[in-house]
Antibody
Framework: QEQLVESGGGVVQPGRSLRLSCAASGFYFSDYGMHWVRQAPGKELEWVAGIWNDGSRKYYVDSVEGRFAVSRENYNNILNLQMNSLRVEDTAVYYC???????????????WGQGTLVTVSS | QSALTQPASVSGSPGQSISISCTGTSSDIGSFNYVSWYQHIPDKAPKLMIFDVSDRPSGVSNRFSGSKSGNTASLTISGLQAEDEADYYCSSYSGSGTPYVFGTGTKVTVL
């Protein structure tokens, strides 16, 4: 059974950094693209970042480009999201999700973790 | 990229059928057959219910079905059950720019 477990969330001041991780199990991690999706309080889901199955290509929503960095450790089945220069508007529950196939495009979010809450506040 | 538009809430009695609409634009739903639907119960992981407009993942009840016409997609739940009570979100691939856009979400209540 596929499982995704996020960790690393917490409360952080504006301008500081936080690193999220997502531990995957139950499927061949290196075969699939992976995404980060977030949901701010009272708002809809928002796609944040994605990485190809082999880590060769990475993409970001404009609002986090240059501040967030997605990476993966295929030997450990781990997905990471390094978040720098955090802003109040980054406050959200962050979910990792498996893509439908190896690339990120023409696809869907096959399985999800339960999410980890990031609160950016002074 | 704007969020896809869904009704805030839909309700029905057990055994009834309900439909949830998801309206986008010619840049997302209207251009691609990559609409998906997710069931989200608070504090649980969202669950894929429909992908590629009308395909069901293994393990999802055939009471759930999807369709699309023009810029609007729909999720239909037939034979409504108490366990179907949840928030439902649609999503569409949108090509360039932000590649995925989500709907505003619909709370389904079983009366």
């Amino acid at each position: 059974q596929e499982q995704l477990v996020e960790s690393g969330g917490g409360v952080v001041q504006p301008g500081r950094s936080l690193r999220l991780s997502c531990a995957a199990s139950g499927f061949y991690f290196s075969d699939y693209g992976m995404h980060w999706v977030r949901q701010a309080p009272g708002k809809e889901l928002e796609w944040v970042a994605g990485i190809w199955n082999d880590g060769s290509r990475k993409y970001y929503v404009d609002s986090v480009e240059g501040r967030f960095a997605v990476s993966r450790e295929n030997y450990n089945n781990i997905l990471n999201l390094q978040m720098n220069s955090l802003r109040v508007e980054d406050t959200a529950v962050y979910y990792c999700a498996r893509a439908g196939h190896s690339s990120l495009w023409n696809s869907y979010f096959h399985s999800w973790g339960q999410g980890t809450l990031v609160t950016v506040s002074s | 990229q704007s969020a896809l538009t869904q009704p805030a809430s839909v309700s029905g009695s057990p055994g009834q059928s309900i439909s949830i609409s998801c309206t986008g634009t010619s840049s997302d739903i209207g251009s691609f057959n990559y609409v998906s639907w997710y069931q989200h119960i608070p504090d649980k992981a969202p669950k894929l219910m429909i992908f590629d407009v009308s395909d069901r993942p293994s393990g999802v009840s055939n009471r759930f079905s999807g369709s699309k016409s023009g810029n609007t997609a729909s999720l239909t739940i037939s034979g409504l059950q108490a366990e179907d009570e949840a928030d439902y979100y649609c999503s569409s691939y949108s090509g360039s720019g932000t590649p995925y856009v989500f709907g505003t979400g619909t709370k389904v209540t079983v009366l």
